[in-house]
């Protein structure tokens, strides 16, 4: 068995449990993550960036997600298959290799602030609520009437965060509806809005090369497309959190692992614990075979097709609605749908797309807040020995300095771009993240795992394939950048 890094804790050594048998009925006791992580992904991209660049750029652009969600969904089960194995989240494991904990703790604890810092979601919940204030589609002279409600929608996902439990149930529940609510509105507006035409053109774009279109658009906007292939599904780090939802829900060696239960003012925040490893006996090579079963439904199945819809439901009303051509952005940039169905349909679509607008991009911005204290809490919890002796008093500075760090740079970047480009930025810092995690996480496997667990020589490919596609959208924003085309 490969031996653990020096500078983390050593694992335990037990045996894997046994996974539920595999039934319709465990299956929704045991799936989960990639539900929650679906709740996560259909935010900015699918409601904004995937709209944006087919009112641009037409259904053909579709493949871009259609590639992304295949590669997201492959590097979410690979950086599982580590948890699975030792029950810690894959930031354990990436803090296990060279240089060391310190540095790749602190390391990931900046990544994700640079992909989560940019509160592009706030602002633009902001746009859908001035339209519903104004009546109108804002423009550049609403600017400070967008600006000052960002503020608010931004300072009331942190105050919520603060609130914790006395909320949090209560958010839960109305998280779940507003997102059925979203799906079933968006499904009815396609079924009884949208010709057939549009679906066959939709339902293709996700083919697009194979039905003979181009891969690319000429003259594209490399910015505004890394950020849109970024962030078709979940998008950097906030991959990496599946994996903690996996600890939490006791999946694989996570079942005798558990987590230590901080209480944060008033938040519970679980951290890690050592991992505990199993050797690849007959007997445990089988059970491994029964969770990954249920990993690959929950991703493949559940995460991979939803992403999909997601995308897909927005851009059916786009394409029927938005003139082709437009350049989504500026200060009502969450309004255009709204206002391209208000036009055809009358004002109660103007204020029920508004609704929804308003509520997709706010959840996200609130789950992207509260994530962001949580994950930074724990990354640094076991990145560091003294940190992980304190209790109380010391946990909650480290809390409430994540949330303090992210509130006082959001306010600071809020006033400095509009909506659009600061989602565009958070977006193509997560193609970065994407390149950076999915290297490191085939570094992990194949340096702890034993041989009979370790991915095929297909997934490695598919690891390498995820970096490298990411990689390519980032270095021609930046070079588009730098020419200043």
């Not at 409601?47 to 979410?76: C, D, E, K, M």
């Not at 060279?98 to 992909?115: E, M, N, R, S, V």
């Not at 339902?203 to 849109?228: I, K, M, N």
């Not at 990145?383 to 109380?392: D, F, H």
């Amino acid at each position: 068995m490969p031996a653990a890094a020096e500078q983390l804790p050593a694992w335990g050594t037990g045996d894997l449990p046994e996974p539920p048998p595999l039934s319709p009925r465990n299956a929704l006791k045991v799936i989960g993550p990639g539900a929650l992580l679906l709740a996560v992904s259909v935010g900015a991209g699918e409601w904004l960036l995937g709209p944006a660049s087919a009112a641009r750029y037409g259904a053909t652009i579709l493949w871009i997600t259609s590639g992304s969600v295949l590669l997201q969904a492959l590097l979410n089960t690979e950086m599982a298959r580590y948890t699975l194995y030792t029950g810690e989240p894959i930031f354990a494991g990436f803090m296990r290799t060279a240089p060391g904990p310190t540095f790749w703790g602190w390391a990931y604890a900046l990544l994700h602030f640079l992909q989560i810092g940019w509160p592009g979601w706030a602002l633009a919940a902001a746009t859908a609520a001035a339209a519903l204030f104004l009546g109108r589609l804002p423009d550049e002279n609403d600017r400070a009437v967008v600006l000052y409600l960002g503020y608010v929608t931004f300072l009331i996902s942190v105050l919520l965060v603060l609130l914790g439990e006395a909320v949090e149930k209560t958010l839960e529940y109305v998280q779940w509806f507003m997102t059925c609510w979203i799906l079933v509105f968006l499904l009815l507006a396609g079924l009884f809005l949208v010709p057939p035409s549009t679906w066959v053109t939709v339902g293709t774009g996700f083919l697009g090369p194979l039905f003979g279109s181009e891969f690319f658009p000429r003259a594209a906007d490399w910015f505004l497309l890394a950020g849109f292939a970024a962030y078709s599904g979940a998008g950097g780090t906030i991959n990496a959190t599946l994996t903690y939802w996996l600890r939490d829900k006791g999946f694989g060696m996570s079942g005798t692992v558990g987590y230590v239960q901080a209480v944060i003012g008033a938040q519970r925040v679980n951290l890690s614990r050592t991992g505990v490893v199993f050797p690849p006996s007959e007997e445990n090579v089988r059970r491994w075979k029964g969770w990954w079963a249920y990993l690959r439904a929950d991703q493949w199945y559940i995460w991979t097709t939803g992403c999909i819809v997601g995308m897909g439901l927005p851009v059916l009303t786009t394409i029927t609605f938005v003139r082709p051509g437009t350049i989504m952005g500026g200060y009502g940039v969450a309004a255009y749908q709204a206002h391209a169905l208000a036009e055809q349909f009358g004002p109660a679509l103007w204020v029920l797309t508004l609704l929804s607008s308003f509520w997709i991009l706010f959840s996200t911005q609130l789950g992207n807040t509260e994530g962001f204290a949580r994950v930074t809490t724990d990354i640094l919890w076991a990145a560091n020995e003294r940190i992980r002796g304190w209790r109380g008093g010391g946990m909650r500075v480290i809390y409430y300095s994540a949330l303090l760090g992210l509130a006082l740079g959001g306010c600071v970047v809020l006033p400095l771009a509009d909506p659009l480009t600061l989602i565009l930025l958070g977006a193509n810092i997560a193609g970065g993240n994407l390149v950076v995690l999915s290297l490191h996480t085939l570094v992990v496997n194949r340096k702890f795992l034993p041989r009979e667990l370790r991915p095929s020589l297909w997934r490695e490919a598919g690891l390498v394939l995820c970096a490298l596609f990411f990689l390519g959208f980032a270095l021609l924003a930046l070079a588009q950048k730098a020419l200043g085309a």
